[in-house]
């Protein structure tokens, strides 16, 4: 990777993950003299980034040209942008990669937790990076031991306040931004009652978990940890329309393949806020599959605590199983993941995977893991005011092509 030197860089930021984190980094970068530029598509946007920045009203098909000509006018060398499939993202980046201008994605990252993702002109399906094991055990020859770091602080309703501001805004604001289409499906007004239910049942929830994994010593089981239908991963990197064809597929294969004493446990995804039943719908498709007794279902849990007492997991393509694979845990993926890898994953048929999975190569996944800290890792959260401000020096590190202090050790004030 070629940069030119930082303070000769002006960067354009699109859409960043709700919360401040985006306007920070950008006031960094300020400080070392770059030219910074935003395009806000919507008042959630424009809440986030509090200075100045163009605000883009206009349709997704003058989006193209629109995007291509502020490249140009403004003589942008990098894009900043938070997930890689939003269309508009799409389209941007497409543009960008026609001038030859370098484009920096984020996402949540691929190893968990204390780590978000950035990574050069694509993530998840769309990563650069290979799926060879071979290769990530030469690259892995020269890079240093992982670095043993504190744990950083985070706080679920930090995530939720962030993220209520930014769409209540941008519902609020959507007079101003007529043609603006999420990329999110489903409602936001929805979605803002399905959290307040989904705190109402939080107790309830957390009691029925625990009581469900007191049990699991008494029976082998496969742990299904499920991920958001809205998310990306699911909808453009992965076989099924949403997470409910995902659920039908898996339940009906152990049905049928699963070893008798073996029991599933399927585990909601913590930011599920739909009006959605999944324990009476995983109850009425286990019943049909004769499987009920066997079938058990939660909304709590610690999903690295499971990780370690499972003895397989089954994943569409989520982040959770990287945590099995830290602890040899034999994982099968159903979609395309950047973990997909021969000699970490089973390559072989979810039917043959109940009775047959292997456990995974520590040395293969010793050097994935050094390999992606090296390269697209960064260090930091976005759920605390702490993590954020550590977030944002890692991504100065690796936006600024300095690499030699990614392995000092950071200290960690209290919140």
């Keep these: 990777m070629k940069f030119q030197p930082i303070a000769h860089r002006n ?3 699109l859409q960043g993950p709700p919360g401040p984190f985006f306007w920070e980094l950008a006031d ?11 395009i806000n598509l919507n008042g959630g946007d424009q809440a986030d980034w509090p200075g100045d920045a163009t605000n883009y009203r206009g349709s997704r098909k003058r989006w193209t040209l629109f995007i291509d000509r502020f490249l140009s006018d403004h003589a942008i060398t990098d894009v900043v942008l938070f997930g890689d499939c939003r269309p508009l993202h799409m389209a941007a980046h497409r543009m960008a990669q026609l001038r030859k201008i370098d484009v920096h994605v984020f996402e949540e990252g691929y190893i968990r937790p204390d780590w978000l993702t950035l990574e050069l002109s694509g993530v998840n399906g769309n990563s650069s990076l290979p799926r060879d094991p071979a290769w990530y055990l030469e690259q ?3 890079l240093p031991p992982l670095p043993v770091r504190p744990s950083i602080t985070a ?14 805004r941008t519902w609020l604001t959507r007079p101003f931004y007529p043609f603006y289409r999420s990329h999110r499906k489903g409602s936001v007004v929805l979605e803002g009652l399905g959290w307040a239910y989904k705190f109402l049942r939080e107790k309830s929830d957390a009691r029925h978990a625990e009581h469900v994994m007191a049990t699991l010593d008494e ?14 991963q699911i909808r453009e990197h992965s076989p099924f329309t949403d997470m409910e064809e995902a659920v039908d597929y898996v339940l009906y294969s152990f049905a049928r393949r699963a070893p008798e004493r073996a029991r599933l446990l399927i585990k909601e995804h ?3 806020a739909r009006f959605m039943d999944w324990g009476s719908r995983i109850e009425r498709l286990a019943k049909k599959a004769g ?3 066997r079938v058990m279902h939660i909304a ?10 499972t003895c397989g997991m089954v994943t569409v393509n989520s982040t959770s199983a990287t945590l099995a694979l830290a602890a040899g845990i034999p994982t099968i993926a159903l979609g395309k993941a950047i973990y997909n890898i021969p000699g970490l994953t089973c390559q072989g048929r979810l039917d043959d995977f109940w009775t047959r999975a292997q456990a995974p190569d520590s040395k293969v996944f010793d050097a994935f893991r050094r390999v992606l800290y090296d390269r697209c890792l960064i260090y930091g959260g976005l759920a605390s005011e702490t993590a954020t401000k550590i977030l944002v020096e890692s991504a100065i590190e690796r936006l600024a092509g300095d690499r030699v202090s990614r392995w000092a050790p950071v200290q960690i004030a209290a919140e």
């Design 11 to 13: 960067f354009l930021f």
């Design 28 to 38: 960094r970068l300020r400080d070392l003299e770059c030219g910074i530029f935003r």
């Design 140 to 142: 892995a020859k020269t």
């Design 155 to 168: 706080s679920f309703n930090r995530r939720a306040r962030d993220s209520y501001l930014y769409y209540s």
């Design 219 to 232: 029976a082998p089981f496969f742990l299904f940890p499920l991920q958001l239908s809205t998310d990306f």
């Design 270 to 272: 913590p930011l599920d």
């Design 291 to 293: 499987i009920a007794d």
């Design 300 to 309: 709590g849990g610690d999903v690295g605590e499971l990780s370690d007492k």
